[in-house]
């Protein structure tokens, strides 16, 4: 039950003079007052908290200000009749508890200050104690205003200010999203209301966001960016060769960093071609080549900047021919093969069986490369060559040329290891070997004349270790002996062909067979 109090009652008189009275009464409690929150945001509420109330309270008086003034009077709470009552000062937002604690629904600035609290206590002591809170206006949305909103790279300094300036207010900043770091170019008033950037570069462009907080709240200001004017700088041409081929479409295009965007023009050996960023030439020709200007102009900074570039236009190379006198070489001779091409201001290379060819100390490049000498040349150099020649736009290879290397008969064993003829001889005898013996059987058991078995070992390769005959004893391992070469071919096709180690085109297999 609520009770309207307008001016003090004879009754409220009474209790007011027995308070007087009992006023220096030492407190046997001590009553403490916290205000929950202490900063509390306009339009939020506030509870004022009674703690370590130890006595039981008989009533609660409730006053704005430090002291206890009539007028001032909010409301009370009187324990025994759980009644209240409410004072002048009263805005119809306040509320008091049984226990004495005081809640302000939706503050505002004037409620900032102090309260007092004065209670009766069931000893007839009075306790008195005070507590203050703060109302704060819930920040508005800063924004960034700039002094020079054009401002000239490498001249110009830029003040940035968040606004409105508010009192308790911290500014933070932040640039590209990062918190700011001072430095040389970047100062900060004393409050971080304002950034100051001393002489602009592109970089400073931003975005830049002012953040501004308080006990209650906080707000960011929308990104704000710098208009910096800066360029043009030495513009690139691309692509980057400088050569092309004859018959095709050239086309350049020219870059340069510049605010704001650059004006682009090319000029090609100083005649204007093109007002653009493009320079697109259709189906060029050799008369096409020359120099290239791609000229850049920023219309406020008033500066203009080139590049040259000289193109060179070529035709393609022809394919390339190998000539060589001879295909077919004896092994320890030696061969030059030649890479004949019509071309001018071109270069060479070799390649053997498909890869490029690895040089071996046999082998020498001459006439820029154009003529290979192999001197001595060695089985293993058999394969197939060609040349590529290539110009800054073209390459070509060459048809392959099959160069085979040909062991020399008079040369007998000395240019091949033991091995080597072993295998040959041995893969190529062996079926020899066996019609010679069949044909020796077959010889034999018709005449009746007999033969034992050495005359059969005596037809393998004098290569082994075989050599019967007097003349094995030299020294070197040439062998003396003279052979003949019995072509068995006609009688029997290929019956050895696959065991011959370089296949050739002839068919002809050869086999040596020691002379008696
Ligand atoms: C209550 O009183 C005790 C003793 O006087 C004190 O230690 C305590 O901090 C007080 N509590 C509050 C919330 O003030
Ligand atoms: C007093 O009562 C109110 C409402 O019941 C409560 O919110 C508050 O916490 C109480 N205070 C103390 C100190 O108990
Ligand atoms: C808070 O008070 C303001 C005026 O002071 C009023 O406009 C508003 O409606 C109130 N809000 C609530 C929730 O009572
Ligand atoms: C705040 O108090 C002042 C004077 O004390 C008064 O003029 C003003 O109207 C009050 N404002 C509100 C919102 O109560
Ligand atoms: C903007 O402020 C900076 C720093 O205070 C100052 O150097 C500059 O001259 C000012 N620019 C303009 C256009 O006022
Ligand atoms: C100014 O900003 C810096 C961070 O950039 C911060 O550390 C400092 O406390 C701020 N000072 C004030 C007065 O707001
Ligand atoms: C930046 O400034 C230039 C003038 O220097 C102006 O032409 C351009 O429109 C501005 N750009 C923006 C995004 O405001
Ligand atoms: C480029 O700048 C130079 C000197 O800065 C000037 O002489 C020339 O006329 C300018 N050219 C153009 C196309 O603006
Ligand atoms: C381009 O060619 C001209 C002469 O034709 C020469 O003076 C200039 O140095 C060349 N420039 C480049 C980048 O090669
Ligand atoms: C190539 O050389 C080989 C071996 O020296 C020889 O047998 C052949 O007759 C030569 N061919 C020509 C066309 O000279
Ligand atoms: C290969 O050419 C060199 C000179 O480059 C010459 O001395 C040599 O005799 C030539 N060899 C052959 C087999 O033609
Ligand atoms: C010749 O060939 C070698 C390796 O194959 C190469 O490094 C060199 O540049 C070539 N020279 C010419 C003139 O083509």
């Not at 759980?82 to 004037?110: C, D, K, W």
């Not at 409050?191 to 709240?217: A, M, Q």
Request: negative net charge.
């Amino acid at each position: 039950m609520e009770l309207t109090l307008a001016p003090l009652s004879w009754r409220g008189l009474l209790l007011a003079a027995s308070l007087l009275t009992y006023w220096n009464s030492p407190a046997t409690a001590q009553v403490t007052l916290e205000a929950v929150p202490p900063d509390v945001a306009e339009g939020a509420n506030v509870l004022l908290q009674v703690h370590n109330l130890t006595e039981k309270s008989l009533v609660f008086y409730w006053y704005k200000g430090k002291v206890e003034n009539p007028s001032n009077e909010i409301t009370r709470f009187v324990v025994s009749t759980s009644t209240t009552i409410l004072g002048p000062a009263h805005s119809g937002r306040e509320t008091i508890y049984h226990n004495g604690s005081l809640l302000f629904q939706n503050v505002t600035q004037n409620d900032t200050g102090t309260y007092l609290l004065h209670m009766i206590l069931e000893n007839f002591d009075n306790e008195k104690a005070s507590v203050q809170f703060h109302v704060h206006q819930p920040l508005s949305k800063p924004r960034i205003t700039t002094n020079n909103s054009n401002p000239m790279e490498g001249e110009d300094s830029v003040a940035l200010t968040c606004e409105p300036k508010t009192q308790k207010t911290t500014y933070l900043w932040r640039i590209n999203n990062q918190s700011l770091s001072e430095d040389d170019r970047l100062k900060l008033s004393e409050d971080n209301t304002t950034l100051t950037l001393f002489t602009v570069v592109r970089t400073d462009t931003g975005p830049y966001e002012c953040e501004t907080r308080n006990l209650v709240s906080d707000s960011r200001s929308d990104p704000f960016t710098l208009n910096i004017t800066y360029g043009p700088d030495v513009p690139i041409i691309s692509p980057s060769n400088t050569h092309f081929q004859t018959r095709t479409n050239l086309s350049l295009s020219c870059h340069t960093a510049s605010n704001p965007p650059a004006q682009y023009s090319w000029s090609v050996n100083g005649e204007l071609r093109a007002s653009s960023q493009e320079l697109f030439i259709l189906n060029i020709s050799t008369n096409n080549s020359g120099s290239y200007t791609c000229l850049v102009y920023n219309s406020v900074t008033g500066l203009n900047r080139t590049t040259v570039k000289n193109i060179t236009v070529l035709e393609a190379v022809t394919l390339p021919i190998i000539q060589v006198i001879n295909t077919t070489v004896k092994e320890l001779e030696s061969v030059n093969l030649t890479c004949s091409s019509e071309d001018t201001g071109i270069s060479i290379r070799w390649l053997f069986n498909g890869q490029s060819l690895a040089l071996k100390g046999r082998m020498k490049l001459s006439n820029n490369n154009s003529t290979l000498s192999i001197d001595p040349v060695r089985r293993e150099d058999s394969g197939e060559y060609q040349c590529e020649v290539s110009n800054p736009v073209s390459t070509k290879r060459s048809n392959p040329i099959q160069l085979d290397i040909i062991a020399d008969p008079t040369l007998g064993s000395s240019g091949l290891s033991v091995g080597a003829i072993a295998g040959i001889v041995v893969g190529s005898v062996a079926g020899v070997a066996l019609i010679a013996a069949l044909v020796y059987f077959l010889y034999f058991r018709k005449t009746g004349r007999g033969t034992d078995q050495r005359d059969l070992t005596e037809h393998k390769p004098s290569a082994s270790n075989h050599n019967l005959g007097p003349s094995d004893n030299s020294p070197n391992k040439v062998d003396e002996v003279t052979y003949s070469i019995l072509d068995f071919t006609a009688r029997q096709p290929k019956p050895t062909a696959s065991a011959t180690p370089s296949p050739r085109a002839t068919e002809a297999v050869y086999s040596e067979v020691k002379k008696k």
